[in-house]
């Protein structure tokens, strides 16, 4: 019996909402970890939208009227360094598919360096959302699986392009605030 694959729209729309995020990172060269908490939000943001339209032109690309746009933003607070800091931001991440399984993803700001990047995705038998990205240094690899309706696990590898070795792993568990949920 062959599994029927989730597609990338379905796999948005059960992301879509509020969720609080617990998250260990190691960076094996210093040895050191972090672990952070957050609150994540995500939602659709229309083709048009004008956040939207200024990707496409930092790419050089006309607008696609089948692309799925998202923001994400995230209030986080770490335990790196002595005081526990606090920080905001806003990525929003544009996919293109290719098919209803696979396509190519574009960001107004790379997740590893800070500039804007396009990563390839794909869904796997599982139904678990995979993401890469190819830096002018490092390579992101980041697997989202949904574990349940309302809970998510990301994890995450960052490798030296040049080497391929591994600098840092990360584990994030995002559980969905219910509260927020419309009947």
């Given at each position: ?65 089948y692309c799925i746009a998202i923001s994400i933003k995230w209030q986080a607070i770490s335990d790196w360094g002595e005081d526990n800091t606090s ?97």
């Amino acid at each position: 019996m062959t599994k029927i694959l989730a597609t990338i729209s379905q796999f948005i729309d059960k992301s879509i909402g509020e969720w609080k995020s617990i998250r260990s990172t190691h960076t094996l060269a210093f040895q050191e970890f972090e672990n952070s908490t957050s609150k994540i939000y995500i939602k659709h943001i229309k083709s048009k939208n004008k956040k939207v339209v200024e990707i496409f032109k930092n790419y050089k690309l006309s607008l696609n009227p089948y692309c799925i746009a998202i923001s994400i933003k995230w209030q986080a607070i770490s335990d790196w360094g002595e005081d526990n800091t606090s920080k905001e931001d806003e990525t929003i991440l544009i996919f293109l598919p290719k098919d209803e399984n696979s396509g190519i993803v574009l960001r107004n700001k790379g997740y590893t360096e800070s500039f804007i990047s396009s990563s390839n995705y794909f869904i796997d038998e599982q139904n678990d959302l995979h993401i890469k990205t190819i830096y002018n240094s490092k390579v992101s690899e980041e697997r989202i699986s949904f574990l349940s309706t309302h809970i998510r696990s990301r994890f995450s590898t960052i490798r030296d392009k040049e080497n391929n070795s591994i600098i840092q792993t990360s584990h994030t568990s995002e559980i969905r605030n219910m509260a927020n949920l419309k009947d």
